[in-house]
């Protein structure tokens, strides 16, 4: 269980970095909206504000995710040790919800791709690679997910056969 207690700590750790990180670029971008606004700042400065915080999260995602590594490296051998009740419910709604993501950026590609069939083809191209991006790092998710789960209930499973008295 070693394994999955140390994911689910990585996982609290990435994603209240990434919340603060989300909640940092959306201030930077009232400031600039604002400021255009008002006339304090050029419009056209909104362009530049928009590439200098997605190079600013780029830069500090990969210091996140590495930070994260060191921090919660990640074992080398199997996890064989049982799971309780909660943290198999655990898996299985991270399971269902990453699977829900799936379903939700697939429905978005389709859609994406018909109502901009007509546009650009660059910007057509990039949203396609990211969202297949997306789907591809999801779907990894879940078969590590699931792949955890399976050993884990197998290793339940030869407790469980070993536990019982032989009647020989």
């Known amino acids: 269980m ?3 207690a140390d994911y689910f700590r990585r996982e609290r750790y990435i994603t209240r970095r990434f919340s603060l990180l989300v909640l940092a670029g959306m201030a930077v971008f009232l400031c600039v909206m ?3 606004m ?5 419009p056209s400065s909104l362009i530049w504000a928009v590439v200098a915080v997605a190079l600013a999260v780029a830069v500090a995602v990969v210091f996140i995710l590495k930070s994260a590594k060191e921090r919660f490296p ?3 051998g199997p996890d064989d040790l049982v799971l309780d009740k909660a943290t198999r419910r655990k898996l299985r709604r991270r399971i269902l919800l990453l699977q829900t993501f799936v379903v939700f950026y697939g429905t978005g590609l389709l859609a994406g791709l018909w109502h901009s069939r007509q546009g650009p083809k660059l910007a057509l191209l990039i949203g396609v690679a990211v969202n297949l ?3 591809l ?3 990894k998710s879940i078969r590590r997910l699931k792949r955890k789960m399976n050993q884990a209930m197998n290793a339940d499973f030869f407790d469980r056969v ?3 008295p032989r009647t020989d």
């Open 34 to 36: 604002l400021g255009s």
């Open 137 to 139: 790092v999801l779907i």
């Open 162 to 164: 070993q536990s019982v």
């Open 133 to 135: 991006l997306m789907v």
């Open 2 to 4: 070693g394994e999955i």
């Open 74 to 76: 990640i074992s080398s």
């Open 38 to 42: 008002h006339g304090y700042i050029p």
